[in-house]
């Protein structure tokens, strides 16, 4: 079975700051994939950056980052320079791809980031 | 090109009738995920439906529950006999056929509040 981890209280963090949002995975799976979501306030779920687990390299989409550790079955979000607009819930998110490759999406519990003008 | 849309926005019902959640994938995308997420809790997975076919209702209660993707029209997700229990926002997911990583599309949500 596959499960997210997120333990993070609520995140705060200045604007113009990097900021680092933690997620740890369990899965027997070797072929899966890590997902993040933004949830503002108005509810709308945004995806943001997709990990491979076969892939050599971080991922990196304009101003977030993954912080893949394969061996530690972690995969950090880092936000640079962050923004207001930044504020929201954000999820991670993870397929394993044994049960084909539409497969369905396992979340955490989300973390509350505030970013402080 | 359309995201994926669904509606109600908003559905209030009392304890005991009948709830039904409409979703339109987007265009081109032939797989739908209905995903619950409770208050200060994250998406739980319900159903994965393509044309026609339940693939996987693994998250599915076993009552009072359904979902269906006709050849024609939207994807439907019934909860009859509604309980206050089944208050939350109700997700619904797209996605193409095949793609990289097959990223799910959300749609806004249905936020169902039962009286």
């Known amino acids: 079975a596959q499960k997210i981890t997120q333990t993070q209280p609520g995140m705060f963090v200045q604007e113009k700051e990097a900021v680092t949002l933690d997620c740890t995975y369990d899965t027997s799976d070797p072929s899966y994939g890590l997902f993040w979501y933004k949830q503002p306030s108005s509810g709308e779920m945004i995806f943001l950056i997709y990990?491979?687990?076969?892939?050599?390299q971080n991922a990196t989409e304009g101003r977030y980052s993954l912080n893949f550790q394969k061996a530690r079955k972690s995969a950090n979000l880092v936000i640079s320079a962050s923004q207001l607009g930044d504020s929201a819930m954000y999820f991670c998110?993870?397929?394993?791809?044994?049960?084909?490759?539409?497969?369905?999406?396992?979340f955490g519990k989300g973390i509350t980031l505030s970013v402080r003008p | 090109n359309a995201g994926v849309m669904q509606n109600p926005r908003h559905l209030v019902r009392r304890r005991g009738q009948e709830a039904r959640l409409r979703c339109s994938p987007m265009?081109?995308?032939?797989?739908v995920y209905w995903y619950r997420q409770l208050p200060e809790e994250g998406l739980k997975f319900m159903v994965y439906?393509?044309?026609?076919?339940?693939?996987?209702e693994s998250g599915m209660p076993k009552e009072r529950f359904s979902a269906e993707f006709p050849k024609e029209g939207p994807s439907i997700l019934r909860i009859q006999q509604v309980v206050r229990g089944d208050s939350a926002a109700y997700f619904c997911?797209?996605?193409?056929?095949?793609?990289?990583?097959?990223?799910?599309?959300f749609g806004p949500g249905t936020r169902l509040t039962v009286l």
């Open positions: 265009k081109g995308h032939s797989h």
């Open positions: 997911a797209s996605s193409p056929p095949s793609s990289y990583h097959n990223e799910q599309f």
């Open positions: 990990q491979g687990s076969y892939d050599q």
């Open positions: 998110a993870m397929r394993d791809f044994a049960t084909g490759a539409n497969s369905k999406l396992t």
């Open positions: 439906l393509q044309k026609e076919n339940i693939i996987d």
